[in-house]
């Protein structure tokens, strides 16, 4: 039961659910749940229509844990995996699990520049790419010595030195057995994962999750509804490669859930895999609410099978909310709120807590506070400030960089940048974001780090980036540019300089305005809320 302490800390209870503590990792949990599903359905390739066993993704896992070890990835090593969702993503996930290796899963759109970026973070000796990524990833890893091995998801037809998922898991050269004998995980320092966060300083941080962050996360009360999760099928299209998509998975994966997947989303995909498998539950991003809420395709497709939608990565508006409960009828609609360096969601709506507008309440095990941005002092109920979090599911830090670590987590609590308050009831609501992170469809783009990609542009002088309000992608880029003197430079010439060197979510969808000088305080900050204020104004003012 949710109470106040003492200094105005709010706890969920602890955590009583005690099962992972009984494995000697993450990897032997794993393992073991599958086992115990035995030939009940676990996954589902929405675009296939293949079906997959527990038993088959046993022995999947089991072999590809065989390779990882013929490959010389031992406890401690990083394995990366560069992949849309597909049966293999998990596959080698689970395996470098239970050879105790971390795994850095890799953006798929991220560019060359975010890439080499990405892979100096975590160093990894062996990288899985399916074919959309693989020549990219090989290209980057000849500059980069500490790749030893590249495997190609599919086939591959281009540079002798890269293996294939297929070769690997039939190579007569490597055991053949039917189990795989885990090592005991020091599960409060053995990093699982390794997933890439924006912060608000440029490029991706490294965010550690230990074995322990994740079977904590596992062991606490996870289920937003009554209906047992394990007992469903249940659709996902959020990417794997993303700290929600790769956290939902596990969860799904130690729950027991027939979980249906698509790598990307495709419109007559999404709505026919709904209606095709009699879809209970989905993950969900706003972007995808509000595709559900207003698309006129979605009346074509029998969706009355669709019970609860749970959505995550950004804020969902009542107003959708409304339309789709009006639309489809679908009668819950949870949200949560969560962060990479919390593992996975913090706050979860339930049954019992779920106002309009709330991110819902603490889930067990977690202790949080909102404190005084300019004081620190913590507030009590009803009183915004910056939402703090500590518990067993907060990371060991970004990998490489104590300073930051540092700043974010403070005698234990995480500062999450985030401005809310939670009311009498206990339920939280986010109001606001310290953190100059642009949302765009659920991936954070700092704004930094496009305008330090600007600046090498020769052409200009200097730049800063805002997100402007935008109801189906939450927020789009906009840059603010000032031309150096006496050159000829365009709109469309920025926006392709940006398209070129960074990956989708980082591009000027929300246009370029050119100024003569960018807002600043006497330190040289950006003045993102003048640059907010300009826009109000007629445009013939900038």
């Given at each position: 039961?949710?109470?106040?302490?003492?200094?105005?800390?709010?706890?969920?209870?602890?955590?009583?659910?005690?099962?992972?503590?009984?494995?000697?990792?993450?990897?032997?949990?794993?393992?073991?749940?599958?086992?115990?599903?035995?030939?009940?359905?676990?996954?589902?390739?929405?675009?296939?229509?293949?079906?997959?066993?527990?038993?088959?993704?046993?022995?999947?896992?089991?072999?590809?844990?065989?390779?990882?070890?013929?490959?010389?990835?031992?406890?401690?090593?990083?394995?990366?995996?560069?992949?849309?969702?597909?049966?293999?993503?998990?596959?080698?996930?689970?395996?470098?699990?239970?050879?105790?290796?971390?795994?850095?899963?890799?953006?798929?759109?991220?560019?060359?520049?975010?890439?080499?970026?990405?892979?100096?973070?975590?160093?990894?000796?062996?990288?899985?790419?399916?074919?959309?990524t693989v020549d990219l990833v090989a290209k980057v890893a000849?500059?980069?010595?500490?790749?030893?091995?590249?495997?190609?998801?599919?086939?591959?037809?281009?540079?002798?030195?890269?293996?294939?998922?297929?070769?690997?898991?039939?190579?007569?050269?490597?055991?053949?057995?039917?189990?795989?004998?885990?090592?005991?995980?020091?599960?409060?320092?053995?990093?699982?994962?390794?997933?890439?966060?924006?912060?608000?300083?440029?490029?991706?941080?490294?965010?550690?999750?230990?074995?322990?962050?994740?079977?904590?996360?596992?062991?606490?009360?996870?289920?937003?509804?009554?209906?047992?999760?394990?007992?469903?099928?249940?659709?996902?299209?959020?990417?794997?490669?993303?700290?929600?998509?790769?956290?939902?998975?596990?969860?799904?994966?130690?729950?027991?859930?027939?979980?249906?997947?698509?790598?990307?989303?495709?419109?007559?995909?999404?709505?026919?895999?709904?209606?095709?498998?009699?879809?209970?539950?989905?993950?969900?991003?706003?972007?995808?609410?509000?595709?559900?809420?207003?698309?006129?395709?979605?009346?074509?497709?029998?969706?009355?099978?669709?019970?609860?939608?749970?959505?995550?990565?950004?804020?969902?508006?009542?107003?959708?909310?409304?339309?789709?409960?009006?639309?489809?009828?679908?009668?819950?609609?949870?949200?949560?709120?969560?962060?990479?360096?919390?593992?996975?969601?913090?706050?979860?709506?339930?049954?019992?807590?779920?106002?309009?507008?709330?991110?819902?309440?603490?889930?067990?095990?977690?202790?949080?506070?909102?404190?005084?941005?300019?004081?620190?002092?913590?507030?009590?109920?009803?009183?915004?400030?910056?939402?703090?979090?500590?518990?067993?599911?907060?990371?060991?830090?970004?990998?490489?960089?104590?300073?930051?670590?540092?700043?974010?987590?403070?005698?234990?609590?995480?500062?999450?940048?985030?401005?809310?308050?939670?009311?009498?009831?206990?339920?939280?609501?986010?109001?606001?974001?310290?953190?100059?992170?642009?949302?765009?469809?659920?991936?954070?783009?700092?704004?930094?780090?496009?305008?330090?990609?600007l600046l090498t542009h020769p052409k200009i002088k200097d730049?800063?980036?805002?997100?402007?309000?935008?109801?189906?992608?939450?927020?789009?880029?906009?840059?603010?540019?000032?031309?150096?003197?006496?050159?000829?430079?365009?709109?469309?010439?920025?926006?392709?300089?940006?398209?070129?060197?960074?990956?989708?979510?980082?591009?000027?969808?929300?246009?370029?305005?050119?100024?003569?000088?960018?807002?600043?305080?006497?330190?040289?900050?950006?003045?993102?809320?003048?640059?907010?204020?300009?826009?109000?104004?007629?445009?013939?003012?900038?």
């Open positions: 039961m949710t109470a106040l302490l003492p200094g105005n800390i709010v706890y969920a209870g602890p955590i009583t659910c005690t099962e992972t503590h009984a494995y000697k990792s993450l990897g032997h949990y794993i393992l073991e749940k599958y086992k115990s599903f035995g030939n009940q359905t676990v996954m589902i390739d929405a675009v296939t229509g293949q079906e997959y066993t527990a038993k088959y993704m046993y022995d999947s896992v089991v072999r590809m844990a065989h390779v990882l070890k013929h490959l010389g990835v031992k406890s401690g090593d990083v394995v990366g995996l560069s992949s849309e969702n597909s049966i293999r993503f998990a596959i080698v996930l689970y395996a470098s699990f239970a050879v105790n290796a971390s795994v850095a899963p890799l953006n798929v759109t991220y560019s060359e520049r975010e890439v080499h970026h990405a892979i100096n973070l975590s160093k990894p000796k062996v990288i899985f790419a399916s074919k959309l000849k500059k980069n010595g500490f790749v030893k091995t590249i495997v190609a998801l599919e086939t591959y037809n281009g540079n002798e030195h890269i293996y294939t998922f297929e070769e690997l898991m039939s190579s007569a050269n490597i055991k053949s057995e039917d189990y795989f004998d885990t090592p005991v995980a020091d599960k409060n320092e053995d990093v699982a994962l390794i997933v890439c966060s924006s912060g608000t300083t440029g490029l991706p941080k490294g965010v550690q999750l230990t074995q322990y962050n994740i079977l904590s996360t596992l062991d606490s009360n996870l289920e937003p509804t009554a209906i047992p999760m394990g007992e469903i099928t249940l659709l996902t299209v959020i990417p794997w490669f993303h700290a929600f998509g790769c956290l939902t998975l596990i969860t799904t994966t130690a729950l027991g859930t027939t979980l249906v997947y698509l790598p990307k989303f495709e419109e007559n995909l999404f709505l026919g895999a709904i209606e095709k498998y009699r879809v209970l539950m989905a993950f969900m991003v706003p972007p995808l609410m509000v595709f559900l809420a207003k698309h006129p395709l979605v009346d074509k497709y029998d969706l009355s099978s669709l019970m609860v939608l749970l959505c995550g990565a950004a804020p969902l508006s009542k107003e959708t909310q409304d339309l789709i409960t009006e639309r489809i009828g679908v009668p819950i609609i949870r949200q949560g709120y969560g962060l990479s360096e919390s593992t996975l969601s913090l706050l979860v709506q339930n049954d019992t807590a779920c106002k309009a507008g709330s991110v819902g309440t603490l889930k067990l095990g977690i202790y949080a506070k909102v404190i005084d941005t300019e004081t620190g002092k913590t507030l009590g109920p009803n009183q915004r400030g910056e939402l703090c979090f500590k518990g067993d599911c907060i990371m060991k830090g970004y990998i490489g960089d104590a300073k930051s670590t540092q700043t974010v987590i403070q005698d234990g609590w995480l500062h999450t940048g985030d401005i809310g308050y939670y009311d009498d009831d206990f339920e939280f609501f986010i109001v606001d974001r310290i953190k100059e992170l642009i949302k765009y469809k659920g991936f954070q783009v700092p704004p930094a780090e496009i305008e330090s990609l730049a800063a980036v805002i997100g402007i309000p935008d109801e189906e992608a939450g927020e789009l880029p906009l840059a603010f540019v000032v031309k150096q003197a006496n050159v000829v430079l365009s709109e469309d010439d920025v926006v392709k300089f940006v398209s070129e060197n960074a990956s989708p979510a980082k591009r000027l969808r929300g246009g370029v305005i050119f100024i003569d000088d960018i807002p600043k305080n006497p330190s040289g900050k950006i003045l993102r809320r003048v640059l907010r204020d300009m826009l109000k104004k007629p445009q013939s003012k900038l």
